[in-house]
């Protein structure tokens, strides 16, 4: 057990819906990541936070946001969802932001399903 | 754009039969490469991080090393519960942003 915890666990939907997928970070991380999963594209970084604070961005669709709020979790949100967006979602955390090498400890991810 | 690439894409050894896995990476600049075993519909499970040219690390029936090119995962006398794909990622020197660039992964299967 890493200590991040995702939920919900599965998500079955329709095309054009949106969703909410809600993480949890190790006590004591200030840093979130949201990282997907296809079949065919391994995992992609999606967005950071720190302490509040988007850091970094990666290959984000638009339809796509995130927040972080001020107790530390983090929600994802994707929206007008696409047959394409089925695929493992995981969130990471880490302890530190920028300067050292800190570990990415992931949860263990949210599962979409649009159909 | 930082890039890594893992072979191969799967092994199947016997138990007890050693092996190495390879991952091979481009970075500007590298700040950490990491490898985290994941199982089958799990989230990711850290394993190793490696800093500079010629660093080991060592865990049970695992060593990582690392070049400035590549590095490797050795499995040795592996057990049916070692079956799970190994994934390296790289971290860039690259403040502001902490992202992990993952390869595609080596599925690892151990026959009894």
């Known amino acids: 057990d890493s200590g991040v915890t995702q939920t919900p666990k599965h998500l079955i939907t329709a095309t054009g819906q949106r969703v909410t997928l809600r993480c949890s970070p190790r006590?004591?991380?200030?840093?979130v990541y949201w990282y997907q999963q296809s079949l065919d594209q391994g995992l992609q970084f999606l967005i950071q936070?720190?302490?509040?604070?988007?850091?970094a961005k990666g290959n984000i669709l638009e339809r796509f946001s995130a927040q972080q709020f001020p107790d530390l979790h983090s929600e994802l949100n994707l929206s007008s969802l696409e047959l394409g967006d089925s695929a493992l979602y995981f969130c990471?955390?880490?302890?530190?932001?920028?300067?050292?090498?800190?570990?990415?400890?992931f949860g263990p991810g949210t599962r979409l399903t649009v159909l | 754009e930082d890039q890594v690439t893992q072979s191969p894409e799967a092994l199947r050894l016997q138990e007890g039969e050693s092996s190495s896995l390879n991952c091979s990476y481009t970075?500007?600049?590298?700040?950490?490469l990491f490898w985290y075993r994941q199982d089958p519909g799990k989230g990711p499970e850290f394993l190793f991080t490696?800093?500079?040219a010629g660093e080991e690390k060592e865990k049970e029936r695992l060593k990582a090393t690392l070049t400035k090119k590549e590095s490797f995962l050795h499995i040795t006398a592996p057990k049916p519960e070692d079956s799970a794909t190994y994934l390296c990622?790289?971290?860039?020197?690259?403040?502001?942003?902490?992202?992990?660039?993952f390869g595609t992964g080596t599925r690892l299967t151990i026959i009894p």
């Open positions: 490696l800093y500079s």
């Open positions: 970075v500007s600049g590298l700040r950490g």
């Open positions: 990622a790289v971290q860039a020197r690259n403040f502001g942003n902490e992202k992990l660039t």
């Open positions: 990471a955390s880490s302890a530190l932001a920028g300067g050292t090498t800190d570990t990415q400890y």
């Open positions: 936070y720190y302490n509040g604070e988007e850091r």
């Open positions: 006590s004591g991380d200030l840093s």
